[in-house]
């Protein structure tokens, strides 16, 4: 019955919409590719999509639980955050969201 219940459990997103400084996406891909490789527990994948012709970004990033974000902000993801946080225009808009739905490609052989 665990692995029921487990299956109806859902995942949540922390989305963050932003925009870089002229020319410094490549930059803050950099960093956002090191904070994200500090997570451990709870992290379940993440995303970085840009804009074509851009610096405006958004980041996804799929978690078991809300609170698993907050036990992984460490002191190293904590200095790349800051090295990163000169690089927006404005700070990120933030929200987390309760993925209800999870549709992958079928297998192709």
Not at 64 to 87: G, T, V
């Amino acid at each position: 019955m665990s692995e029921f219940i487990d299956f109806l459990k859902h995942k949540y997103a922390y989305v963050a919409l932003g925009e870089f400084k002229p020319g410094k996406f490549p930059e803050a891909q950099k960093l956002y590719e090191q904070a994200v490789s500090t997570y451990t527990s709870g992290f379940k994948g993440a995303y970085l999509l840009q804009k074509p012709g851009t610096d405006e970004g958004i980041a996804i990033i799929l978690w078991d639980e809300i609170d698993s974000m907050e036990d992984n902000i460490s002191e190293a993801y904590q200095a790349i955050i800051n090295e990163m946080s000169h690089l927006f225009v404005k700070p990120p808009v933030t929200s987390f969201y309760e993925v209800n739905s999870q549709i992958t490609a079928a297998k192709s052989n």
